[in-house]
């Protein structure tokens, strides 16, 4: 094997090798996009009842965005919580003294993030399909295409996060789970993004999601892909993805200045 | 050859916000380190070792100077340097739920060792391991969590290795139990060795070398023995409260 690919790959088998003993850690990974699975399918079938026809397709688009923002949060989760399970095993020090470079340890976290998240959601994706009768795979192959736009989003944020956390240590942590639901309202999940005010639109279109879940509803509710959406949504993740590697690798040297490596954890 | 090369090293912090501009943690520092020798790094707390070790580790940049590691240098290319080399020290845990197993072939992959398991069974049947390697990290004895972080330095056969207070915390038969492992891997690998400790008598007996810091800078240096007869001392724990007081240097002065 590669040697950086060995590299990245002996990073991966340390969370591997975690959730391999630990069958809690599993379930936590499953247990909250299940429950919101459960409880927005209850609502969805509801809404549906309610008007049969338009119902039914506002439930759809309700339970496809319920799935799909579970992916970029899954995914920005994957991210950070992967690299904080680092420093709170005080593990950081051995890791930054090998030879892993700081990239094949942004790619491992990636790695660690897409594992996360297929453990997280597909079980909700089951649920939704079998309880509520909703295959988000009947959106065609394009939804692989939603899928990655939102996993790589979900890196930019995490890494933003990561980089606030070399910055200020454990105490920017909170932001590990919090963060990415700051971006809901803007991210026209569960509306259109010309439902929000003229002046706020500018920004609910630099976000790649809202990007995703306009062209969610395109394939949803008229059955044609947005491929316009979808480009925005990939040029949006891949300039968000240089500026956030930009800042982390900033705050990773400004670390190494600082001294605040070697003691991250406190 | 030299395994290192450390040429007026120095390292001030950057200034807290509303606090006075620091002073030097490390000023000027100059050594070489031979290969297959054991070299001791002493100084009383805040003497600079734990920042000395953090800059020849890559942790940490240097405020000036240069490091040369294994014909490396740090400032450019210090991941070629860093696949040589290797650092234990009792302040940096393991993932404690994992096996002894998985946290060594965790860092087999990240050095890229060949021959993985053959590596891992020769260091666990080495250090006595061989009991442990599928109990987690975590539910070890202070002594065999010590001979998990060797195994874990060794596992990439390092031509420079760096110790942090190897046998803090151990009691007298496991601690000598340690040194005399080290000394038998020294003399046996050609590897060179520079640890930090507080145990003077480890130091003695490991070290033909000695670095003594304070504030910063080496005060001075020589083998143990050399050091003991120039301050007129009978060991070198004396002489490093000589040092460490000041009483010493007065006199001399």
Same mark, same amino acid.
């Given at each position: 094997?590669?040697?950086? !690919?060995?590299?990245?790959?002996?990073?991966?088998?340390?969370?591997?090798?975690?959730?391999?003993?630990?069958?809690?850690?599993?379930?936590?990974?499953?247990?909250?996009?299940?429950?919101?699975?459960?409880?927005?399918?209850?609502?969805?079938?509801?809404?549906?009842?309610?008007?049969?026809?338009?119902?039914?397709?506002?439930?759809?688009?309700?339970?496809?965005?319920?799935?799909?923002?579970?992916?970029?949060?899954?995914?920005?989760?994957?991210?950070?919580?992967?690299?904080?399970?680092?420093?709170?095993?005080?593990?950081?020090?051995?890791?930054?003294?090998?030879?892993?470079?700081?990239?094949?340890?942004?790619?491992?976290?990636?790695?660690?993030? &897409?594992?996360?998240?297929?453990?997280?959601?597909?079980?909700?994706?089951?649920?939704?399909?079998?309880?509520?009768?909703?295959?988000?795979?009947?959106?065609?192959? &394009?939804?692989?295409?939603?899928?990655?736009?939102?996993?790589?989003?979900?890196?930019?944020?995490?890494?933003?996060?990561?980089?606030?956390?070399?910055?200020?240590?454990?105490?920017?942590?909170?932001?590990?789970?919090?963060?990415?639901?700051?971006?809901?309202?803007?991210?026209?999940?569960?509306?259109?993004?010309?439902?929000?005010?003229?002046?706020?639109?500018?920004?609910?279109?630099?976000?790649?999601?809202?990007?995703?879940?306009?062209?969610?509803?395109?394939? !949803?509710?008229?059955?044609?892909?947005?491929?316009?959406?979808?480009?925005?949504?990939?040029?949006?993740?891949?300039?968000?993805?240089?500026?956030?590697?930009?800042?982390?690798?900033?705050?990773?040297?400004?670390?190494?200045?600082?001294?605040?490596?070697?003691?991250?954890?406190? | 050859?030299?395994?290192?090369?450390?040429?007026?090293?120095?390292?001030?912090?950057?200034?807290?916000?509303?606090?006075?501009?620091?002073?030097?943690?490390?000023?000027?520092?100059?050594?070489?380190?031979?290969?297959?020798?054991?070299?001791?790094?002493?100084? @009383?707390?805040?003497?600079?070792?734990?920042?000395?070790?953090?800059?020849?580790?890559?942790?940490? /940049?240097?405020?000036?100077?240069?490091?040369?590691?294994?014909?490396?240098?740090?400032?450019?290319?210090?991941?070629?340097?860093?696949?040589?080399?290797?650092?234990?020290?009792?302040?940096?845990?393991?993932?404690?739920?994992?096996?002894?197993?998985?946290?060594?072939?965790?860092?087999?992959?990240?050095?890229?060792?060949?021959?993985?398991?053959?590596?891992?069974?020769?260091?666990?049947?080495?250090?006595?391991?061989?009991?442990?390697?599928?109990?987690?990290?975590?539910?070890?004895?202070?002594?065999?969590?010590?001979?998990?972080?060797?195994?874990?330095?060794?596992?990439?056969?390092?031509?420079?290795?760096?110790?942090?207070?190897?046998?803090?915390?151990?009691?007298?038969?496991?601690?000598?139990?340690?040194?005399?492992?080290?000394?038998?891997?020294?003399?046996?690998? @050609?590897?060179?060795?520079?640890?930090?400790?507080?145990?003077?008598?480890?130091?003695?007996?490991?070290?033909?070398?000695?670095?003594?810091?304070?504030?910063?800078?080496?005060?001075?240096?020589?083998?143990?023995? /050399?050091?003991?007869?120039?301050?007129?001392?009978?060991?070198?724990?004396?002489?490093?409260?000589?040092?460490?007081?000041?009483?010493?240097?007065?006199?001399?002065?």
């Amino acid at each position: 094997m590669n040697p950086a !690919l060995r590299r990245i790959w002996g990073l991966v088998y340390r969370h591997v090798a975690l959730y391999r003993r630990s069958w809690p850690r599993v379930v936590e990974l499953m247990y909250w996009p299940v429950l919101q699975m459960v409880v927005w399918g209850f609502i969805s079938s509801y809404i549906a009842g309610l008007t049969p026809g338009s119902g039914t397709l506002a439930a759809g688009a309700l339970l496809g965005a319920v799935l799909l923002w579970e992916v970029a949060l899954r995914s920005q989760m994957g991210f950070a919580l992967s690299f904080l399970e680092e420093i709170w095993s005080r593990n950081l020090g051995h890791v930054f003294v090998s030879p892993l470079r700081p990239r094949e340890l942004v790619a491992a976290l990636m790695s660690m993030s &897409v594992l996360r998240t297929l453990v997280g959601v597909l079980p909700a994706m089951v649920l939704a399909w079998a309880f509520y009768g909703f295959g988000l795979f009947s959106l065609g192959p &394009v939804i692989v295409a939603f899928f990655a736009a939102l996993l790589m989003m979900g890196w930019a944020v995490a890494m933003l996060v990561t980089a606030l956390i070399l910055r200020h240590g454990a105490g920017a942590e909170a932001l590990a789970w919090s963060v990415l639901f700051g971006l809901t309202p803007f991210s026209a999940v569960f509306y259109p993004v010309a439902v929000l005010p003229a002046w706020l639109q500018p920004v609910a279109l630099a976000i790649p999601a809202a990007h995703v879940f306009e062209g969610m509803r395109a394939a !949803l509710l008229d059955g044609h892909v947005a491929w316009g959406h979808l480009a925005a949504a990939f040029a949006l993740d891949g300039m968000w993805l240089a500026i956030a590697a930009a800042v982390f690798m900033r705050q990773f040297e400004g670390a190494r200045v600082r001294g605040a490596l070697l003691n991250i954890g406190e | 050859m030299s395994a290192l090369i450390v040429e007026n090293l120095r390292k001030t912090y950057p200034p807290r916000r509303n606090a006075p501009p620091p002073r030097p943690a490390v000023d000027g520092l100059s050594f070489r380190l031979p290969m297959g020798e054991t070299w001791g790094l002493l100084g @009383g707390n805040g003497a600079g070792k734990t920042t000395t070790i953090a800059m020849l580790l890559g942790l940490l /940049v240097p405020s000036g100077g240069s490091i040369l590691a294994l014909g490396h240098d740090m400032a450019k290319d210090r991941f070629a340097a860093l696949a040589r080399m290797n650092f234990s020290s009792p302040y940096i845990a393991l993932p404690h739920r994992l096996s002894v197993a998985e946290n060594l072939r965790i860092y087999a992959h990240l050095y890229d060792v060949p021959d993985m398991e053959q590596r891992i069974a020769t260091l666990a049947t080495d250090l006595n391991l061989t009991e442990l390697l599928d109990r987690p990290a975590g539910d070890l004895s202070a002594g065999q969590k010590t001979r998990v972080a060797l195994a874990k330095a060794l596992i990439n056969r390092p031509a420079l290795l760096l110790l942090d207070e190897p046998t803090a915390s151990l009691d007298p038969d496991t601690g000598d139990w340690v040194r005399g492992w080290l000394e038998r891997y020294s003399a046996e690998s @050609g590897c060179a060795i520079l640890l930090a400790s507080h145990n003077m008598a480890e130091v003695e007996r490991l070290c033909g070398h000695v670095l003594m810091l304070k504030e910063g800078r080496i005060l001075d240096q020589g083998s143990p023995a /050399v050091l003991t007869a120039r301050y007129g001392r009978e060991d070198l724990e004396q002489v490093f409260l000589d040092i460490a007081r000041g009483t010493r240097a007065e006199t001399m002065a």
